[in-house]
């Protein structure tokens, strides 16, 4: 009995994918979808910063200091050095955002793939991997992250390994504890019943199931990300002035903090946005992934 | 006429294995507590001939599913040793992947065998591909077994596990498992969590797919009716031991281990008078850690004596194999002839 070939070039009927079934649940979260929203506005306007703004973020000019928000050509004010605050904020968001998402990119290749490998391999490798992410494990994230930048000096790629080192553990953690869940399950065996190698497996079966929880987790990983390499730059670790960075920023306007406190909580409250919707999205994949 | 034409023809077993041994390793705590070895098979022989159907029996934690493991070189024997058709099955690569080709298995748990992020199509289509089958010639071979065992291809490929039942997934599983055109299939309990109606059909379909594809089964399940309706052969196992191996017939008729009768009685049966007066089986089984010096079933068998605590042999009664000192008048056991 062989299958004709009408029927084999006819479309089945395709039932709705794992993921585009997530995304339509996460679309009726509303939390999450003003999130996705402010998210999108705060990064398409970093990205198309000179066509939202003519001014340049680097120059301002001495007699407009710290002008309060709506005046005349300035809709938020300006800094102690007189620029725009809006320009800054926007080329600042460039810095910030990078500085929060790259790091968190990094830990999730390196520390996924330790921990796919610690996780799927077990034995001796799993104890090495596991046991070396522990030490790293052992320090409070934000002070190894200062000392890393501050043994490696400030900079911004001294400031970027220092964040990546400090987010791979966590990482390698729920990689790990997630492949070592799928790797019991029968298909896995099945798998290797049917003479399928390592890496296929991983590829085919355990990376498609372990996705999830790791998306989710970098996610949230993100929101702290932010406020971290804000931090860093904060106390001068990371962005040199006058670059502009949302954590520096708040540091050089420390001194208007009595003069015009609102200007001065500008760039809090733009990181305060991104490290809440990147959290309250986490929340929500979370919580759109969760069906069996 | 030469020494061949006086030995009968012999026929080769399609899987067969030798004294397979296997132990586990117990680590109790760091703390210099010695390790412990939990025996999970101990001197596990069987041959399984072409086109015939070996039924595994059992408690649970018996070492039923371990056996499997073991068929499937899934975990690796202490000793002993698994030959297909005859040939010594080696632990090298390439003589694995093709001995996987030939050996199949299809899991208890329907829904955790299949993957729950792949299509219908793409489940069964894999082992083909790792195997080197072109996409093309795969989905032909799961349109067309899917369609053998009774799952509408046009509807089913699309679909993931989750949309179907419990008895459509357990086809697909033997789908998969029949798409490397494997010589012997390992069912590890796989009608167990059916309901009955459905496991009825899913057993004649097994049978029918065994004579058309020339397959050999092994058939794991604690259910006694459900291996004596499709088993030719059956092997009771008692922790990690076969206690007794046989045609399936004569096994049900006249059991001869103390420990198959117990089963046997203990077997719901749909006619009173087929109702065994055999010994009760009392207690549980002692862990496998802890195992009897001598008979493995002596701890709750009503005719144990002082020779049970020798191990006793496997010894042929007929075309049965039975691990008990009744078995042969001789050991000097005093209720040897309850048996015969």
Known sequence: MTVSENALSAQPTRSQGYWSNVWRKLLRDRVSVACMIVLAVIILSAIFAPLLTSYDPAIGSVVQRLKPPLTDGYILGTDELGRDMLTRLLYGGRMSLIMGILPVLLALLIGGTLGTVAGFVGGWTNTIIMRATDVVFAFPSILLAVAIAGALGSGLLNALIALTVVLIPPMVRVTESATTQVRSLDFVEAA????????????????????????????????????????????????????????????????????????????????????????????????????? | MTDQGLTPPQTVPALSATSLNKTFTVRENGLGKPARYVHAVSDFSFDLPVGSTLGIVGESGCGKSTTARLLMHLVKPDSGQIRLSGEPVSRAKRDLKQFRRKVQMVFQDSSASLNPRLTIEQSITFA????????????????????????????????????????????????RALALNPRVVIFDEAVSALDK??????????????????????????????????????????????????????????????????????????????????????????????????????????FAESICDTMPYELRHGETRVRCHMADPKLGHSKAEVIQ
């Open chain 1, 192 to 292: 290797r019943a049917s003479g399928a190698g390592g890496l296929t497996i991983i590829r085919v079966h355990i990376l498609g199931n372990i996705l999830a929880p790791i998306v989710v987790y970098a996610t949230s990983l993100l929101s702290v990300a932010i406020i971290m390499s804000a931090g860093l730059s904060f106390i001068g670790l990371g962005t040199k002035p006058p670059t502009p960075e949302w954590g520096l920023m708040l540091n050089t306007l420390r001194s208007a903090i009595y003069s015009q406190p609102l200007i001065a909580a500008l760039p809090g409250v733009f990181i305060f946005a991104v490290s809440l919707s990147f959290n309250l999205l986490s929340d929500g994949l979370r919580s759109a992934m969760d069906m069996s």
């Open chain 2, 197 to 302: 109606s459905v496991e009825a059909q899913v057993l004649n379909l097994l049978n029918e797919l065994k004579a058309e594809f020339g397959l050999s089964y092994i058939f794991i399940s604690h259910d006694l009716n459900v291996v004596r309706y499709i088993s030719d052969h059956v092997l009771v196992m008692y922790l990690g031991q076969v206690v007794e191996q046989g045609p399936v017939d004569q096994v049900y008729a006249t059991p001869r281990h103390p420990y198959t009768r117990a089963l046997l009685a203990s077997m719901p049966s749909p006619d009173p008078e087929q109702r065994t007066m055999a010994a009760p089986i009392t207690g549980d089984p002692p862990s496998p850690i802890d195992l009897p010096p001598g008979c493995r079933f002596a701890p709750r068998c009503a």
């Open chain 2, 128 to 175: 083909p591909m790792v195997h080197g089958v072109s996409l093309r010639a795969a989905r032909e071979t799961a349109w067309r077994l899917l369609d053998r065992v009774g799952l509408d291809p046009a509807r089913f490929t699309g679909r993931y596990p989750h949309e179907l039942s419990g008895g459509q997934r357990q086809r697909v599983n033997i789908a």
